[in-house]
């Protein structure tokens, strides 16, 4: 027999138990975040148990520490972060409960060239070409919705969503991951430091609402073709036919059908 605690009301676990906000999980737990079927915990007979991520796409902190796709093994007092929930693991319903983790403190994304720092003090930074990221980045390799910073379980962790990819450090960001102090993150030619240390002096931090023109981000999209030759390669920009274009093809189709038919 073991228990999982949220907010103070353990429940006792099955065999295995799954934990979600979505109707598929065994424990529905709402409004803390959590995907429709997050993570499980699976219980052995001597009353220790795993927890196990219900994909890599499904941050799971355990004791402060993401989660491997596989699982991890948990003991009594361990506490298990999921979206902004805190779970305590106990063997026994009479176990000491531990002291859940205080709130995370402010935490910035320093970008040294230009002498910024963005505070992450929402549930979810977005950064990309788009105006209404919180981060925008006016670079032609940058997806319009590029990356997402989000608060999980107590920790950030970085979403790459844009097709141009995202690295921290020199590994690409191909699965959530949690950040680290000192963290670089790569976002096209941009770069930022995840810190949760005093911001450096002389840097600018940057109300998230303060955004430039939006003519870069909403800019007409241009497909590049390379066309081979036989000295050198030259590029051409194709662009499709604008309406009025379109509209001046079909009016001078139809007068001509109309003088045809005369």
């Not at 052995?44 to 004791?63: E, F, R, T």
């Not at 990309?128 to 919180?134: D, F, L, P, Q, S």
């Not at 910073?149 to 920790?155: D, F, P, T, V, Y």
Request: a positive charge; proline letters at 5%; charged letters at 25%.
């Amino acid at each position: 027999m073991a228990f999982l605690e949220l907010d103070g009301t353990p429940r006792e676990l099955g065999p295995e138990t799954s934990i979600g906000s979505g109707s598929q999980a065994a424990w529905r737990v709402p409004s803390k975040d959590l995907a429709a079927k997050h993570f499980s915990v699976h219980v052995n007979g001597d009353g220790s148990g795993k927890v196990v991520p219900a994909s890599a796409q499904h941050i799971v902190i355990l004791n402060g520490e993401p989660v491997p796709v596989s699982g991890a093994a948990v003991k009594g007092g361990d506490i298990i972060s999921a979206g902004t929930a805190h779970f305590i693991f106990l063997k026994k319903e009479s176990d000491k409960r531990p002291e859940l983790p205080e709130p995370a403190g402010a935490a910035f994304l320093v970008d040294a060239q230009n002498r910024r720092a963005y505070p992450l003090n929402r549930r979810v930074v977005q950064i990309g070409r788009e105006i209404g990221c919180n981060i925008v980045l006016k670079d032609t390799s940058v997806s319009r919705f590029h990356a997402d910073i989000r608060a999980e379980g107590g920790q950030h962790v970085i979403y790459s969503m844009g097709s141009g990819g995202t690295k921290v450090g020199e590994e690409s960001v191909k699965h959530p991951r949690m950040l680290r102090e000192g963290d670089v993150i790569r976002v096209g030619r941009a770069s930022f430091t995840f810190t949760r240390d005093k911001v450096p002096t002389g840097m600018k931090v940057v109300d998230l609402e303060e955004h430039a023109d939006e003519s870069f981000a909403r800019r007409e999209t241009v497909v590049y073709q390379k066309a081979i030759t036989g000295s050198h390669d030259t590029f051409k920009i194709r662009r499709g036919p604008g309406p009025m274009v379109v509209g001046a093809v079909v009016v001078i189709l139809g007068v001509v059908a109309w003088l045809a038919a005369r």
